[in-house]
């Protein structure tokens, strides 16, 4: 809601009472009102030009579909607008050229004279707002960021850069303000943090989208925060990602991570992008569980078991040796293993398996057609437009291995191309031969077969032992688990839809009667026309008349998946877990191999030997760059002194942030019976904020809208208040085992509580403590 223009936009509290100065604030209070006013008046303006085009009428065709990208269009900027009031704006910065305030927004907004009154945060008049610093400003002599609360600045901190920034016009608080920040409450919504962006992270916000950019950093650098402004940014600043189709793409590593930050990009003025996890890209996700055989999952972790699907597939795509006699009412026309090796041959490499059947079958008819009546181009029919009878001109040649039933080469018994076509489209016995040698095929059939036909995985992936192919196998081959999901993408991606050739015809058979309508009425038009000359003639040609044809109004692939690509731009965030199969996934959906990859080696719960280049030259990216983040601004010091040594442990090269803040409170310890007065005391003392049990809670406990329970690897992205740690040794051993213990213990942003159950005779350790 806007601001009211006769209320101060500041609502500082009495302990902020020096900024209040009217010598520090009037210049705002000015400058909102003029935000307050624009932006009614903007609002007001594109609710009647929404309006407008909603009464107008729809059209067809090419107007239909402009009339339903403005109505997105608009849509989206007055939902982006309504979301805000005078928050909109984020803060200013003061050139030194003299020029005066500069607002930076989270959209851009003039008044009525076309005077700029915020500029979007993601142009390059902003970007000194969030990459200036003492060392570098960028050509600035202060910065002031707001804060919030209920549509009102209810704090704000200035930096100053030059002598000349200090007279009059600053609040001499600095950082302090942000790292108070650091440390506020959390909710079950990643909190906005875009007023706070740092130099270091807006430098990989706005780096260039071509190849891949690798954001490495540990726990609480801020990469998700820097995930999701690149999306934004790239979405807004690169004319090849701002499409609706072929835009970006961003992949999160669990749903609650998804909830988590659901609001940030809309927050950002960006609903374009689409977002998912690893398991929305295939139908089988949803119900697909862990490989409870290690073994089984390491095999079909690799990219070359993703393209044991290429092999399983072109199984399905062998041409037959044998001919084929087929019989016609003109003629009995043969096929040799030549004629299917080219028809076969039609489609390319790699085409989609189901769609291409439609292909090879049209050149089998034209490579039999051709055969019996002796054309060049396989259709007899030799007429032009004055010739309405399309069988009226007739080629034909005497084979031997063609009987053409009594034919005498005087053109009597020619055999007619255009019904012959038609014939053999429609023969049983061809579509038989062709559904023996090139059938439909279902993905999930195919790679069922990998797993209960070991013949068929050895033909297929011919590098795996015996032994490992008996551990493939398995009762149920539709008992899909997590690591079989790279396979079905890839099967799935490889045949094509099975589908594609009933909608393929109804859209042809659809044209054809929509043709038929517009004949009729360009019939009427033509015979209306007294004089028979002028431009309402060019209906008699053909290719205006095609033209004519609503292409909109035709069967489509309706539902089509949205996840299926291609992407521009794909950003990953917790790439370090992914395998290499799973890779396969993303590739497929990105030729252009612009990625960002946004992780953490020290987070991978399997290990990460390798470098970021290294790991990623090997499953198929180039132009690989690295960029690292260093800072922790979520965990405090107390809490990373106990996180380190847990990490060193299995990777002393881990990239271990230094904490910017200390919170001055110890990490607590109990047993496991202290949890629910950990719980009881700290929900007592703070009114807001959310706690996370991370492992295995004791029986009865309840999750409330503030409390959660959590497994390790679901907590991952997150960030709490309080974190309790229940039996944290019990999390496994080895490298899982450390990085789960290390990623839950950094998801404290004030506290963390360890809790274990006490041995059988053994004493209790010292107890947890109030928070």
């Given at each position: 809601m806007t601001c009211p223009t006769t209320m101060s936009a500041f609502d500082l509290p009495d302990r902020l009472s020096p900024k209040a100065d009217p010598t520090l604030i009037a210049d705002d209070e000015r400058h909102f009102t003029a935000v307050a006013e624009s932006l009614g008046r903007t609002i007001t303006e594109l609710s009647d030009q929404l309006a407008a085009v909603l009464r107008a009428p729809g059209g067809a065709g090419r107007a239909a579909m402009e009339r339903d990208a403005e109505v997105h269009r608009l849509t989206g900027r007055l939902r982006a607008l309504r979301r805000f009031g005078l928050d909109l704006c984020l803060g200013r910065i003061v050139p030194a050229d003299g020029t005066g305030p500069l607002y930076v927004g989270r959209l851009g907004l003039t008044d009525s004279t076309g005077r700029r009154l915020l500029v979007d945060w993601r142009s390059p008049a902003a970007e000194p707002f969030f990459a200036a610093t003492h060392a570098h400003p960028m050509g600035l002599t202060s910065r002031r960021r707001y804060r919030w609360t209920d549509g009102r600045v209810s704090d704000y901190w200035d930096e100053v850069f030059?002598?000349?920034?200090?007279?009059?016009?600053?609040?001499?608080?600095?950082?302090?303000?942000?790292i108070a920040s650091l440390g506020s409450s959390r909710s079950p919504r990643m909190r906005d943090v875009l007023a706070t962006i740092q130099a270091d992270q807006d430098a990989i916000i706005r780096a260039g989208s071509r190849g891949a950019l690798v954001v490495d950093g540990g726990p609480g650098t801020g990469k998700t925060v820097v995930a999701l402004h690149r999306s934004a940014y790239l979405v807004h600043s690169d004319p090849?990602?701002?499409?609706?189709?072929?835009?970006?793409?961003?992949?999160?590593?669990h749903q609650p991570y998804l909830d988590?930050?659901?609001?940030?990009?809309?927050?950002?003025?960006?609903?374009?992008?689409?977002?998912?996890?690893?398991?929305?890209?295939?139908?089988?996700?949803a119900g697909a569980g862990p490989d409870t055989d290690p073994e089984a999952a390491r095999l079909k972790s690799s990219a070359a078991m993703v393209g044991a699907v290429e092999t399983a597939v072109r199984f399905y795509e062998e041409p037959p040796t044998e001919a084929l006699v087929l019989s016609t009412p003109w003629a009995d026309v043969r096929l040799t293993a030549d004629d299917w090796a080219e028809a076969f041959r039609v489609p390319g490499p790699g085409a989609p398996h189901n769609e291409a059947r439609d292909r090879i079958l049209e050149e089998l008819v034209s490579i039999l057609v051709d055969k019996a009546t002796g054309t060049d181009d396989g259709l007899g029919y030799r007429g032009g437009e004055d010739?309405?009878?399309?069988?009226?001109?007739y080629d034909h040649r005497d084979r031997d291995d063609h009987d053409h039933r009594g034919g005498d080469g005087d053109g009597d018994d020619d055999v007619p191309a255009g019904p012959l076509r038609a014939w053999l489209l429609k023969d049983r016995e061809l579509a038989g031969a062709l559904d023996r040698a090139w059938p439909l095929l279902d993905a999930a059939d195919l790679v069922g077969d990998l797993w209960s036909v070991p013949a068929y995985l050895r033909m297929?992936?011919?590098?795996?032992?015996?032994?490992?192919?008996?551990?493939?196998?398995?009762e149920d081959p539709r008992a899909w688990t997590v690591p079989d999901l790279p396979l079905l993408d890839a099967a799935r991606q490889r045949l094509g839809d099975p589908a594609a050739s009933l909608r393929r015809r109804r859209r042809e058979s659809a044209a054809a009667a929509e043709r038929e309508r517009l004949a009729g009425v360009i019939e009427d038009v033509l015979a209306a026309d007294q004089d028979g000359e002028g431009a309402v003639t060019m209906l008699r040609g053909r290719d205006l008349r095609d033209s004519l044809v609503d292409g909109t109004a035709l069967p489509d692939a309706a539902g089509r998946d949205l996840l299926a690509g291609p992407f521009a731009h794909v950003v990953v965030d917790e790439a370090q877990?992914?395998?290499?199969?799973?890779?396969?996934?993303?590739?497929?959906?990105?030729?252009?191999?612009?990625?960002?990859?946004?992780?953490?080696?020290?987070?991978?719960?399997?290990?990460?030997?390798?470098?970021?280049?290294?790991?990623l030259e090997r499953i198929g990216l180039d132009r690989i760059e690295v960029a690292s983040l260093s800072v922790n601004y979520r965990?405090?010091?107390?809490?990373?002194?106990?996180?380190?040594?847990?990490?060193?442990?299995?990777?002393?090269?881990?990239?271990?942030?230094?904490?910017?803040?200390?919170?001055?409170?110890p990490v607590g310890r109990g047993t496991v019976a202290d949890l629910d007065a950990v719980l009881e005391a700290w929900l007592a003392e703070h009114a807001e904020g959310t706690a996370c049990v991370i492992g295995g809670p004791p029986a009865g406990f309840r999750e409330t809208s503030r409390v959660r329970a959590l497994t390790p690897r679901l907590s991952k992205g997150l960030e709490f208040d309080l974190v309790v740690l229940i039996d944290p040794d019990r999390f496994g051993s080895g490298t899982e085992g450390a990085v789960d213990r290390y990623v839950a213990m950094t998801r404290a942003t004030r506290r963390l509580v360890v809790l274990t159950t006490p041995e059988p005779g053994g004493h209790p350790l010292s107890p947890a403590g109030t928070p």
């Amino acid at each position: 809601m806007t601001c009211p223009t006769t209320m101060s936009a500041f609502d500082l509290p009495d302990r902020l009472s020096p900024k209040a100065d009217p010598t520090l604030i009037a210049d705002d209070e000015r400058h909102f009102t003029a935000v307050a006013e624009s932006l009614g008046r903007t609002i007001t303006e594109l609710s009647d030009q929404l309006a407008a085009v909603l009464r107008a009428p729809g059209g067809a065709g090419r107007a239909a579909m402009e009339r339903d990208a403005e109505v997105h269009r608009l849509t989206g900027r007055l939902r982006a607008l309504r979301r805000f009031g005078l928050d909109l704006c984020l803060g200013r910065i003061v050139p030194a050229d003299g020029t005066g305030p500069l607002y930076v927004g989270r959209l851009g907004l003039t008044d009525s004279t076309g005077r700029r009154l915020l500029v979007d945060w993601r142009s390059p008049a902003a970007e000194p707002f969030f990459a200036a610093t003492h060392a570098h400003p960028m050509g600035l002599t202060s910065r002031r960021r707001y804060r919030w609360t209920d549509g009102r600045v209810s704090d704000y901190w200035d930096e100053v850069f030059t002598p000349d920034g200090l007279e009059g016009h600053a609040a001499l608080d600095d950082q302090s303000a942000f790292i108070a920040s650091l440390g506020s409450s959390r909710s079950p919504r990643m909190r906005d943090v875009l007023a706070t962006i740092q130099a270091d992270q807006d430098a990989i916000i706005r780096a260039g989208s071509r190849g891949a950019l690798v954001v490495d950093g540990g726990p609480g650098t801020g990469k998700t925060v820097v995930a999701l402004h690149r999306s934004a940014y790239l979405v807004h600043s690169d004319p090849r990602l701002a499409h609706r189709r072929g835009g970006v793409l961003f992949v999160g590593p669990h749903q609650p991570y998804l909830d988590y930050v659901a609001d940030v990009l809309p927050r950002l003025g960006e609903e374009g992008v689409q977002t998912c996890t690893l398991r929305d890209l295939v139908a089988e996700g949803a119900g697909a569980g862990p490989d409870t055989d290690p073994e089984a999952a390491r095999l079909k972790s690799s990219a070359a078991m993703v393209g044991a699907v290429e092999t399983a597939v072109r199984f399905y795509e062998e041409p037959p040796t044998e001919a084929l006699v087929l019989s016609t009412p003109w003629a009995d026309v043969r096929l040799t293993a030549d004629d299917w090796a080219e028809a076969f041959r039609v489609p390319g490499p790699g085409a989609p398996h189901n769609e291409a059947r439609d292909r090879i079958l049209e050149e089998l008819v034209s490579i039999l057609v051709d055969k019996a009546t002796g054309t060049d181009d396989g259709l007899g029919y030799r007429g032009g437009e004055d010739e309405p009878d399309a069988y009226d001109v007739y080629d034909h040649r005497d084979r031997d291995d063609h009987d053409h039933r009594g034919g005498d080469g005087d053109g009597d018994d020619d055999v007619p191309a255009g019904p012959l076509r038609a014939w053999l489209l429609k023969d049983r016995e061809l579509a038989g031969a062709l559904d023996r040698a090139w059938p439909l095929l279902d993905a999930a059939d195919l790679v069922g077969d990998l797993w209960s036909v070991p013949a068929y995985l050895r033909m297929c992936a011919p590098w795996l032992t015996r032994e490992e192919v008996r551990t493939l196998q398995r009762e149920d081959p539709r008992a899909w688990t997590v690591p079989d999901l790279p396979l079905l993408d890839a099967a799935r991606q490889r045949l094509g839809d099975p589908a594609a050739s009933l909608r393929r015809r109804r859209r042809e058979s659809a044209a054809a009667a929509e043709r038929e309508r517009l004949a009729g009425v360009i019939e009427d038009v033509l015979a209306a026309d007294q004089d028979g000359e002028g431009a309402v003639t060019m209906l008699r040609g053909r290719d205006l008349r095609d033209s004519l044809v609503d292409g909109t109004a035709l069967p489509d692939a309706a539902g089509r998946d949205l996840l299926a690509g291609p992407f521009a731009h794909v950003v990953v965030d917790e790439a370090q877990e992914l395998t290499d199969a799973e890779w396969q996934m993303l590739l497929l959906r990105c030729p252009s191999r612009s990625f960002t990859v946004v992780g953490d080696r020290a987070q991978a719960r399997h290990g990460f030997t390798e470098s970021w280049r290294e790991r990623l030259e090997r499953i198929g990216l180039d132009r690989i760059e690295v960029a690292s983040l260093s800072v922790n601004y979520r965990t405090p010091e107390e809490v990373m002194a106990e996180a380190e040594p847990v990490i060193r442990a299995v990777l002393p090269d881990a990239n271990v942030p230094a904490s910017v803040r200390s919170s001055g409170v110890p990490v607590g310890r109990g047993t496991v019976a202290d949890l629910d007065a950990v719980l009881e005391a700290w929900l007592a003392e703070h009114a807001e904020g959310t706690a996370c049990v991370i492992g295995g809670p004791p029986a009865g406990f309840r999750e409330t809208s503030r409390v959660r329970a959590l497994t390790p690897r679901l907590s991952k992205g997150l960030e709490f208040d309080l974190v309790v740690l229940i039996d944290p040794d019990r999390f496994g051993s080895g490298t899982e085992g450390a990085v789960d213990r290390y990623v839950a213990m950094t998801r404290a942003t004030r506290r963390l509580v360890v809790l274990t159950t006490p041995e059988p005779g053994g004493h209790p350790l010292s107890p947890a403590g109030t928070p």
